[in-house]
């Protein structure tokens, strides 16, 4: 978002793709265009053209529009796609159009990966954590709210560091306690939608620390989204690999195909369990893939007597 801001203040770029995997950061790219194009009257001067709207005469008939009062107007390509023999015209419309429209790509599913070698590229991936706190504050501040150093790092680490998760619980924790200007841990316990993959972090330690009463309530909570088991049996096959493992974790993160993050918090939950201790747990999830795929066992009871036995481990 830096370099999108640096750029607009140069100059404003004919086609913007906008690629990553934040969606908040999407809609803040086209505001930020948005703003730089100085759109007055948006229902005049911004066309949106969805996967229902959206072809090439559709696209060429938006781009020859001529603003009216502003001096530009956009297009905006949300969520289409575009066949494989339209790509090359699609690409020579964009490239011919007038200097006072701007199109801005919202690409959700990477369907417009073509337009990156000639047309301005912004990615709209998660950003770093420091940035992250930042923006958390700023929003906060604007709220009349704080928050705790403690309880800051568990939202970014619940919501795996996404802004459009961040800022939807954060909507929910400024209405929480209207008397408290502070947001605590405790705030952050009651009230956040914890992603599936912080609550296998959560579950590991609990497990690591033979806290069966939180591992059993986290399993609780876990065991209605479907696919749980096959993510708790690949996280600890992590933990395993990591733990016999001498690569560092760039090599290792690149090997698993997973970010760097996480072998760093595989890392760190391993050092709870002994090799011998990790070798015994992959064992005996192998043994419970077979029942469950079998349907020899249901996967809610594999994953109850999992944590029964790694607690006994």
């Given at each position: 978002m830096k370099t999108l801001k640096n750029r607009l203040k140069e100059g404003i770029a004919s086609v913007y793709l906008v690629e990553g995997d934040d969606f908040?950061?999407?809609?803040?790219?086209?505001?930020?265009?948005?703003?730089?194009?100085?759109?007055t009257l948006d229902d005049f001067n911004i066309s949106v053209l969805t996967d229902e709207s959206f072809n090439l005469d559709a696209l060429f008939n938006a781009c020859e529009m001529l603003p009216m009062a502003d001096a530009k107007r956009i297009v905006v390509i949300k969520g289409a796609n575009v066949k494989e023999a339209e790509k090359k015209k699609?690409?020579?419309?964009?490239?011919?159009?007038?200097?006072?429209?701007?199109?801005?790509?919202?690409?959700?599913?990477?369907?417009?990966?073509?337009?990156?070698?000639?047309?301005?590229?912004?990615?709209?991936?998660?950003?770093?954590?420091?940035?992250?706190?930042?923006?958390?504050?700023?929003?906060?501040?604007?709220?009349?709210?704080?928050?705790?150093?403690?309880?800051?790092?568990?939202?970014?680490?619940?919501?795996?560091?996404?802004?459009?998760?961040i800022i939807n619980e954060l909507q929910k924790l400024v209405c929480y306690d209207l008397d408290n200007s502070l947001i605590t841990q405790k705030m952050i316990d009651d009230v956040v939608v914890k992603d599936i993959e912080f609550s296998v972090f959560e579950l590991t330690e609990a497990l690591s620390k033979k806290n069966g009463d939180k591992a059993l309530n986290l399993l609780k909570l876990m065991e209605k989204d479907q696919g749980v088991f096959s993510l708790?049996?690949?996280?600890?096959?992590?933990?395993?690999?990591?733990?016999?493992?001498?690569?560092?974790?760039?090599?290792?993160?690149?090997?698993?195909?997973?970010?760097?993050?996480?072998i760093v918090k595989a890392r760190e939950l391993a050092r709870g369990f002994s090799k011998a201790q990790l070798r015994k747990i992959n064992?005996?999830?192998?043994?419970?893939?077979?029942?469950?795929?079998?349907g020899k066992m249901l996967a809610q009871n594999a994953l109850h007597l999992l944590v029964f036995n790694i607690i006994n481990v």
């Amino acid at each position: 978002m830096k370099t999108l801001k640096n750029r607009l203040k140069e100059g404003i770029a004919s086609v913007y793709l906008v690629e990553g995997d934040d969606f908040y950061l999407f809609d803040k790219a086209l505001n930020m265009i948005k703003n730089a194009c100085g759109i007055t009257l948006d229902d005049f001067n911004i066309s949106v053209l969805t996967d229902e709207s959206f072809n090439l005469d559709a696209l060429f008939n938006a781009c020859e529009m001529l603003p009216m009062a502003d001096a530009k107007r956009i297009v905006v390509i949300k969520g289409a796609n575009v066949k494989e023999a339209e790509k090359k015209k699609m690409e020579n419309i964009l490239l011919k159009i007038p200097k006072t429209t701007c199109v801005v790509v919202l690409d959700y599913f990477k369907n417009f990966e073509f337009l990156k070698k000639s047309f301005t590229f912004v990615d709209a991936g998660k950003l770093d954590k420091e940035t992250v706190k930042k923006l958390v504050v700023a929003y906060l501040t604007r709220e009349g709210k704080q928050i705790s150093g403690e309880a800051m790092e568990t939202l970014i680490e619940a919501t795996n560091g996404y802004l459009t998760k961040i800022i939807n619980e954060l909507q929910k924790l400024v209405c929480y306690d209207l008397d408290n200007s502070l947001i605590t841990q405790k705030m952050i316990d009651d009230v956040v939608v914890k992603d599936i993959e912080f609550s296998v972090f959560e579950l590991t330690e609990a497990l690591s620390k033979k806290n069966g009463d939180k591992a059993l309530n986290l399993l609780k909570l876990m065991e209605k989204d479907q696919g749980v088991f096959s993510l708790i049996s690949n996280h600890f096959r992590r933990l395993f690999y990591v733990s016999i493992s001498e690569q560092n974790n760039r090599e290792l993160a690149s090997l698993l195909n997973v970010k760097e993050y996480a072998i760093v918090k595989a890392r760190e939950l391993a050092r709870g369990f002994s090799k011998a201790q990790l070798r015994k747990i992959n064992s005996l999830l192998e043994e419970l893939d077979y029942k469950v795929k079998s349907g020899k066992m249901l996967a809610q009871n594999a994953l109850h007597l999992l944590v029964f036995n790694i607690i006994n481990v």
